[in-house]
């Protein structure tokens, strides 16, 4: 039965949940959380959908979190399509895409901790994932103004065994001591992802990525996006794919995306033994006119396969994208072919590409004599 200790804080309470409860008292207390509420969830195995609306404020956040972070809580939704899951939305209801998901998350200020999320999948063509953190309402291009969720908090979170592990449209989105992995369709070379992210902005920070069994680790559609201190694994594809920021920029007039890693350790092998083409892909898939997309890359290590004749980046430019940059300081790389792609025909002397480059260790014995020697600086 659940527990609700007023605290002295403004009325706020703390929630207790349990697998003595049945999934309609579960579903019931942790939506009803309020601004300072913290919902403390036992240890055990939970089997219901969670939809969060409610908001909490920057004083008061709303936590949901595992009592033990050493024995974390379960979302285990294996065995069956997610939406077959007890949960608030009904697959039959009019906005039935939310049942689609795991847990989704509306709401302002709401931090999830110390939690395991695994199984959310779905057998129609639609994916699942195992948390979704975006608007009300299918996504939007541009998302309606107002329904971006503010600084949403996702720390000590394993998810696994997911369409996709965590999709996000939010502003402000913090992804913290968190572990994605084996996330994707099974039985694809390309497909879902651990990450896919559809727009706002977000930081992942101290959070280990592997084995995404199809896809990338992370498709980044977010305005801004910053990668800090994390660890990427194996997957399926390759790690990294930049697209047009559908969420937040409108068509024809002009935008900014940018991307940043730092200090953060990648792998370029692929689990099912194919060869790797790149590392990292920048295009403008959509051909949205007055697009600018940025790559930032500082102090990271990139290793590949042995023998592998992969590149680090790929600038694809694309119809109407207005200019394409990419920095590179204080890098590593371990069995590459090549740092940079272009489109074919394209020179990187042409003003539409922006481009620094002042480390390249790990090529000095096989880098190709071109145009983008120009660039290194001694």
Not at 245 to 265: C, H, L, W, Y
């Amino acid at each position: 039965m659940s527990c609700l200790l007023w605290s002295a804080t403004a009325f706020a309470a703390d929630i207790t949940i349990d697998t003595t409860m049945t999934d309609q008292e579960i579903i019931t207390a942790i939506e009803s959380a309020q601004a300072g509420d913290t919902v403390l969830i036992q240890p055990g195995t939970y089997q219901v959908r969670l939809y969060i609306q409610n908001h909490g404020t920057a004083q008061n956040p709303i936590t949901i979190k595992g009592v033990d972070p050493n024995n974390r809580p379960v979302f285990d939704y294996t065995g069956k399509d997610v939406e077959l899951w007890p949960g608030t939305v009904k697959p039959e209801e009019p906005e039935e895409w939310l049942s689609w998901y795991a847990i989704v998350n509306q709401g302002n200020y709401v931090v999830m901790q110390d939690l395991v999320v695994k199984g959310a999948r779905r057998s129609g063509a639609a994916a699942s994932a195992g948390i979704y953190n975006g608007p009300k309402g299918t996504v939007r291009e541009p998302a309606d103004d107002g329904t971006q969720p503010l600084n949403f908090i996702l720390r000590n979170v394993e998810i696994t065994d997911c369409d996709d592990g965590f999709n996000s449209t939010g502003l402000n989105t913090l992804v913290e001591n968190c572990y994605l992995h084996g996330n994707g369709y099974p039985d694809q070379i390309t497909g879902r992802h651990n990450a896919y992210i559809h727009g706002g902005s977000i930081t992942f920070r101290d959070t280990v990525f592997e084995n995404a069994l199809s896809g990338q680790h992370i498709t980044n559609r977010a305005q801004l996006m910053t990668i800090d201190n994390c660890t990427f694994g194996e997957m399926g594809s390759f790690p990294f794919l930049m697209l047009t920021p559908k969420a937040d920029m409108t068509d024809g007039v002009e935008f900014e995306q940018r991307m940043i890693i730092r200090n953060s350790q990648i792998s370029g092998i692929r689990h099912n033994g194919l060869g790797l083409s790149k590392m990292i892909e920048v295009i403008n898939v959509n051909k949205y006119v007055g697009l600018k997309q940025y790559l930032r890359l500082y102090n990271n290590t990139f290793v590949g396969a042995p023998g592998s004749k992969g590149v680090i980046v790929a600038l694809i430019r694309e119809a109407g994208t207005a200019a394409m940059g990419l920095t590179s300081i204080g890098n590593s790389y371990e069995n590459y072919g090549d740092f940079l792609r272009l489109s074919p025909g394209e020179n990187i002397n042409d003003s539409f590409y922006k481009i620094i480059v002042r480390d390249v260790a790990g090529f000095e014995n096989n880098y190709p004599i071109g145009a983008i020697e120009l660039l290194l600086l001694e």
